[in-house]
């Protein structure tokens, strides 16, 4: 069914949640300096209609906390049951203006997390109820209906409506083009599979050398432990990748201000293509100095990017050359909206964070809306990609020559094996 013809009214009749944890620590998967023994985890909704579609959301955590996570999707039950969930603006505009709720953040942490996990399943519905995957579903909304899918509140002076028109409007007339060559070439992704912390150098080198061989045009090595180690493990990437390579690192907010100075200055022979991460992401002026004393080498973040006025902030002190949303710590697909059109305001290529439990799923139809409709380009812009915990779910993504194919069933690929959620629902 397309835009503009109304959806008969649906009502939520069901919502249930699950604490699901994948022991992912026993391989070291997913290890890095902050985070050296991660259970990758999902606090999981599913929502049920009166007409009998699913949509599936959740937030991703590592391991302790998730009941946590999984509690604060219970506290949102009120508004979702019984609701006619088509209008997609208001009902994310409820959930984060919660009057009680909202003294929990407001917009940051478990409960916005939570919003986010609603508010994606609330869009898997309705990608299925359309019969579309996300990214087209998006890609063919009028500039108009994306932005009154938008809270600008706190925006105005970075973005307004009518500039995120102009943004949208710019590239509508090729958008056809665009539909056609992601679904022939899909979109390029990096591999951080290589760099955990907690491999050896022989897992290191062998993964740099599949990562080459499976056609990847970017990896990523975590950082920020033991600089002496940084050094070796550097050393062996590049002898691996070649001098040119584009190899990444991440430090997972290690350092302080002047350390992360110091400890990239230290990498600098090894000319890493960007630093992600460096310090608090909270921090947006220790990111802008780290950013000017670094120069040319470039800084990224945004996976503990708490929302989108942080983003804002970001971009307005010039802090990151490279912005990587997360498509469940904010608010859902709403408030990503906001941030791709953000980083178009400012030119600022948007490379997402992925891995974890489902995340790579969820982003791809993030970055191909991207494509399609708001950046109108795929120069600087890679999906990160790790190989793990795909086989858990329903639709998982499939790398091709170092891409991401474009999905193609319908929804937000959020749906994990029905046997995946009673395995490893946490006891
Ligand atoms: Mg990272």
């Not at 991703?60 to 508004?79: K, S």
């Not at 973005?159 to 390029?188: M, V």
Request: glycine content about 8%; some cysteine.
């Amino acid at each position: 069914m397309s835009e503009g013809i109304a959806l008969t009214a649906y009502a939520i009749v069901a919502m249930e949640s699950h604490d699901i944890r994948f022991p992912t620590s026993r391989e070291l998967d997913g290890s890095d300096a902050m985070n050296p023994d991660p259970d990758y985890s999902a606090a999981y909704v599913v929502l049920r209609t009166d007409d009998g579609h699913e949509g599936h959301g959740f937030a991703f955590t590592i391991g302790r906390g998730n009941d946590v996570q999984t509690a604060a999707i219970d506290a949102l039950r009120p508004y979702v049951l019984g609701r006619d969930a088509e209008d997609l603006g208001s009902l994310y505009k409820e959930l984060v203006y919660d009057s009680q709720l909202r003294w929990l953040g407001p917009e940051k942490g478990v409960m916005h997390m939570a919003i986010s996990a609603v508010v994606n399943a609330l869009w898997d519905l309705k990608a299925r109820r359309e019969g579309k995957p996300l990214w087209l579903l998006l890609a063919e909304m009028s500039p108009e209906r994306i932005v009154e899918l938008i809270d600008f509140r706190y925006l105005s002076d970075a973005l307004t409506p009518a500039q995120a028109l102009e943004i949208l409007r710019r590239n509508e007339d090729s958008k056809q083009e665009r539909i056609a060559h992601l679904k022939e070439h899909g979109y390029p992704a990096y591999t951080t599979s290589p760099g955990w912390l907690g491999y050896d150098d022989e897992k290191l080198r062998r993964l740099c050398k599949e990562a080459l061989e499976q056609g990847f045009t970017q990896i990523k090595l975590k950082v920020g432990a033991d600089l002496a180690d940084d050094v070796r493990r550097f050393r062996v990437a590049r002898e691996v990748c070649g001098p040119a390579f584009p190899i990444a690192i991440d430090a997972n907010q290690r350092w302080d201000v002047g350390s992360a100075i110091e400890w990239v200055g230290a990498l600098k022979e090894f000319n890493p293509y960007w630093v992600e991460e460096p310090t608090s992401p909270d921090d947006v002026l220790g990111h802008a100095t780290i950013a000017r004393a670094l120069a040319p080498i470039a800084v990224a973040t945004g996976e503990h990017v708490q929302n989108r006025v942080i983003f804002k902030q970001l971009l307005q002190a010039g802090a990151i050359s490279y912005l990587q949303l997360d498509a469940a710590r904010v608010g859902g697909v709403n408030e990503n909206l906001a941030i791709l059109l953000l980083a178009a305001r400012y030119n600022i290529p948007v490379c997402p964070h992925a891995g974890g439990v489902g995340l790579c799923e969820l982003v791809q139809h993030l970055s191909m809306f991207d494509y399609v409709a708001v950046s109108a380009s795929m120069e600087g812009r890679v999906i990160e990609y790790v190989d793990h915990l795909h086989e858990h779910f329903v639709d998982p993504v499939v790398i091709e020559n170092g891409s991401y194919r474009a999905p193609l069933k319908p929804g937000f690929s959020a749906e994990m094996h029905r046997e995946s959620i009673e395995r490893y629902t946490h006891q």
